[in-house]
Structure formats: structure tokens, C-alpha cells
């Protein structure tokens, strides 16, 4: 359904910016407006370049346009020019991506908590908040992205241009995505020696056709690897966001992947703690809460080791189903679905923070 600039310039106007107290579009912010096929684009041009609001503002436009022009309405993308901080590149000049603004690790201390359903759920919100996201698939030995995107067949298109062959990721709910299980079939185990597996993830992090991005999210093996010092050597990586659940056993092995990523050989900034499996809440009893792995302790964990908490996600059916029928619980306007988009907002402030107050990151040189 197509809907006119003046009918989304109205809705675009009970949206109040917090430090000016007036609405976005009595403030000028909203600069162009296109609509297609692929739903809405939004351009906004804030006052400064590090307005600390507009991450904010973003959410507000997705819930908005939803809320006042119903569910049909869909926000293809939310350009900001001049861009916010979140779009500072850290290196000035960069062979490898380019393009990319913010490469951020998404990693855990043990298996089994939850990493890669957390991973595709905030790039799918990320990219409905407007941003450019990618996700690279990087767990080389366990690929399950492409189950969670329903794209198990999925073979990527290879195109050589200047003698270099470049390769197409799957573009699917607005993210961009490539894995090592897109290039194996799915009954097979891959078997390969550590430098094999490095060697592969060079080539998706250096050939893979990511364009221009906002966001790029790595889901890293659980644990520390080979992998883990590929990926700060090619790149450098923005942050590290650690998932973990509350259970004392998962938290043991969680502060071995901030110890990594802090170390004076790595030194990339962690964002965050995310506490995944956080309580059960059945469907038939919305207002309970169960706490079968124990409460409170990723908040915890983070206090004692200083680092933010960036959200806790329930156990919910619909999560565990949206991963295995390929549709993100993300995607949908549900209490779930909103809680991995409250976690994308912290994600993007953190980000800001940290590219206003800490010096780039830098890829790590390794001599023997």
C-alpha cells in the first residue's frame, strides 16, 4: 500500500525531539521522503552531526508510521545527513570494507547460550531501525545463521570484477548476510584445521560484497579461537558485545571473553553484556516469571566487571520457533520483538559513546 508524503509528514509530526520540545518536522529535521515498493524512506538532517538523540528518534519514526498508518506501513530506510557519530569511521583510510562505519564482535565464553538467536534478532532490529546492517556469519565449525533465515540452500552469487572475485551476500529482511554454511551442505560436518577455517573467514570478511554499512555484526565460535585473532588482525573492530545466560557456569566463562577482548594484546572495547534465557515466561501466565537459571546474574557480573548490561531476554516459545521457521522474532511488533528493539537503541548509544570518547580501534599486528 502506498501512502502519500503528506499523509507520513503528518504522522512524522507528533514525534517530539526531547532536547528542542518541538516536533521533527516544525524543526525542519525531516529533509525527504520517498515511498515504493519497498515501504518508506525517511532522510532526517539534525543540527549537529553527534545530536545524542537521534537513535531515539529512529524508534520513534518505526513505531510511529506503524501506529498512526497501520501495520502495512513498512520503513524501508532512515538515511541521516549529516550523519550521527555512529557513522565515524574507525580507521581513515581502509582497504578491507571500506564502507563499513562500525564493526562490532558478537561473542560468548561457552556454547549454548543463545549467541546466534541473539545476533540475527538485533541485526533484523538494527536494520528496522534504519540502519545498514550485515551479519557475517563467522561460527565456522556450527554456521546455524542460515537456519535462522530459513536460507539453508541459499549459494551465493560470485562476481569477478579487476580480478578479484566479489561475493554476494543474501539480502533478507534488510540485512546482508554470508556464512560458511552457505558454501558446505547442511548434513555435513566441516572438518578443517585452524588456519583453513582462518583462511575462509578472510575471504568473506575481504570478498564478500558488503557495500556501505552502518553495522556489520560478527558471530563468533564460542570461547576464544583462532577465529577471534583472525578477525581483530583483518579488521578493526569497533566493540565486542558478550552474551551469556545468569547461570554461574555460563558467567564463569563469560568473563573469559571480556579478559580476551580487554587484554593489552586485543584491546577492543566491550560494549556490553547481554543476559540471554533471563527468566521463563509461559504463554498461558504473561505476568510470571521464572527464574530457572538463577536471577540477576549477568547484571551482576556486569557491575562487578564494569561494563554496561545491555538487556535481558526472556525464554519465550516464539523466540525458540522464530529461529527454527527462518522468521526472526524481531520482525514482528511483539512484547518479544520489542525488547531485542530496546536492545538495538542501547546498542546504537553505546556505540556513540564510544566513538565520541575512545580513540579508533586499530587492527592487532602480531610478529613473531
Not at 564460542?222 to 583483518?234: A, C, K, R, Y
Request: glycine fraction near 8%; charge should be neutral; charged fraction near 25%.
Amino acid at each position: 500500500m502506498m501512502f502519500s508524503k503528506e499523509q507520513i509528514l503528518k504522522a512524522l509530526s507528533g514525534i517530539i525531539h526531547p532536547d528542542k520540545k518541538k516536533d521533527i518536522v516544525a524543526l525542519g529535521m525531516v529533509t525527504e521522503i520517498e515511498t515504493g515498493e519497498n515501504g518508506i524512506s525517511i532522510t532526517l538532517a539534525p543540527d549537529k552531526s553527534n545530536d545524542p538523540f537521534i537513535a531515539s528518534i529512529r524508534s520513534s519514526i518505526v513505531r510511529t508510521i506503524k501506529e498512526v498508518l497501520g501495520p502495512e506501513a513498512a520503513i524501508n530506510e532512515i538515511k541521516v545527513n549529516p550523519k550521527v557519530v555512529v557513522g565515524k569511521q574507525q580507521e581513515k583510510y581502509r582497504d578491507v570494507l571500506p564502507g563499513v562505519s562500525n564493526i562490532i564482535a558478537i561473542a560468548s565464553g561457552k556454547g549454548g547460550v543463545g549467541k546466534t538467536t541473539i545476533a540475527v534478532n538485533l541485526a533484523v532490529s538494527l536494520s528496522r531501525l534504519g540502519y545498514k546492517t550485515g551479519l557475517l556469519d563467522a561460527d565456522i565449525f556450527g554456521p546455524s545463521v542460515p537456519k535462522m533465515f530459513s536460507e539453508e540452500k541459499y549459494r551465493p552469487e560470485v562476481r569477478r570484477e579487476k580480478d578479484t572475485d566479489h561475493i554476494i551476500p543474501l539480502t533478507k529482511f534488510g540485512v546482508k548476510v554470508l556464512s560458511t554454511g552457505f558454501f558446505v551442505d547442511p548434513a555435513d560436518a566441516v572438518i578443517w584445521r585452524g588456519p583453513m577455517a582462518s583462511n575462509f573467514l578472510k575471504q568473506l570478511i575481504t570478498q564478500g560484497d558488503w557495500g556501505q554499512l552502518d553495522f556489520l555484526l560478527v558471530d563468533l565460535p564460542p570461547g576464544t579461537s583462532d577465529i577471534h585473532l583472525t578477525l581483530v588482525q583483518e579488521v578493526p573492530v569497533t566493540g565486542a558485545i558478550i552474551i551469556s545466560t545468569p547461570q554461574e557456569v555460563a558467567l564463569a566463562d563469560a568473563v573469559k571473553g571480556i579478559a580476551m577482548f580487554r587484554s593489552n594484546k586485543i584491546d577492543v572495547p566491550v560494549l556490553g553484556l547481554v543476559e540471554n534465557m533471563s527468566w521463563f515466561t509461559p504463554a498461558e501466565l504473561p505476568d510470571n516469571k521464572y527464574y530457572i537459571f538463577g536471577k540477576d546474574g549477568c547484571k551482576k557480573l556486569a557491575e562487578k566487571m564494569k561494563v554496561p548490561l545491555l538487556g535481558q531476554i526472556p525464554i519465550v516459545q516464539s523466540i525458540c520457533e522464530g529461529s527454527d521457521n527462518g522468521e526472526p522474532v524481531a520482525l514482528n511488533d511483539s512484547i518479544t520483538g520489542n525488547a531485542f528493539l530496546s536492545l538495538a537503541e542501547e546498542l546504537v548509544k553505546k556505540v556513540e559513546l564510544r566513538n565520541n570518547e575512545q580513540r579508533p580501534t586499530v587492527k592487532l599486528e602480531i610478529t613473531k
